[in-house]
C-alpha cells in the first residue's frame, strides 16, 4: 500500500496548535523551546502528549493534523490522547487538565472576538479565487 501524507493543516488549525504547547509550557512551566524538541526527561514527553491532547479535544483537529502540526506519527499522537486520558484518573492531572482546557477555550474564543479565525478564512478564500482565476 502507497505511503500517504496527511493533507497541510489550515492556518486555523496552526494557531491552536501553537496555543495548545503555549497553555501547556504555562501550565507544567516547560519552556516552549525544549517542549517542540526531540528530548524525552524532566517531564517533555507528557508536556507533548498534553498539548497533543488539548489539540485534538479542544481544538478538534484530526490525529493526523496534530501529527502534523507536532512533528509525530498519527498513531503517536493517538498514543498520547489515550495515555491522557488514563492520567485523569489522578484528581491532580485532571485538575490540571481541566485548567488547561479551559486556558485553551478562553484562548480560542478571544482569538474569534478578535476575528483573527475569520481574517484567515478572508485570506484563504481570496487565495482559492487567485488560483481558479489563474485555471481559466
Excluded at 19 to 35: K, N, Q, T, Y
Excluded at 47 to 62: D, E, F, K, N
Excluded at 64 to 84: A, N
Amino acid at each position: 500500500m502507497p505511503y500517504r501524507t496527511a493533507p497541510r493543516p489550515s492556518s486555523e488549525a496552526k494557531i491552536i496548535a501553537r496555543m495548545a504547547r503555549e497553555v501547556v509550557c504555562e501550565g507544567f512551566c516547560i519552556p516552549h523551546r525544549d517542549l517542540i524538541g526531540r528530548a524525552r526527561g524532566g517531564g517533555l514527553v507528557r508536556g507533548r502528549q498534553t498539548a497533543m491532547y488539548l489539540a485534538h479535544v479542544v481544538g478538534q483537529l484530526t490525529l493526523s493534523e496534530v501529527g502534523v502540526l507536532f512533528g509525530r506519527d498519527r498513531s503517536t499522537v493517538s498514543h498520547g490522547c489515550i495515555d491522557i486520558e488514563d492520567r485523569r484518573d489522578s484528581p491532580l492531572f485532571d485538575l490540571q487538565l481541566n485548567y488547561m482546557e479551559k486556558r485553551l477555550r478562553e484562548r480560542m474564543s478571544n482569538a474569534e472576538q478578535a476575528g483573527i479565525f475569520a481574517r484567515l478564512n478572508v485570506v484563504k478564500q481570496k487565495s482559492m479565487d487567485q488560483l481558479e482565476v489563474r485555471r481559466h
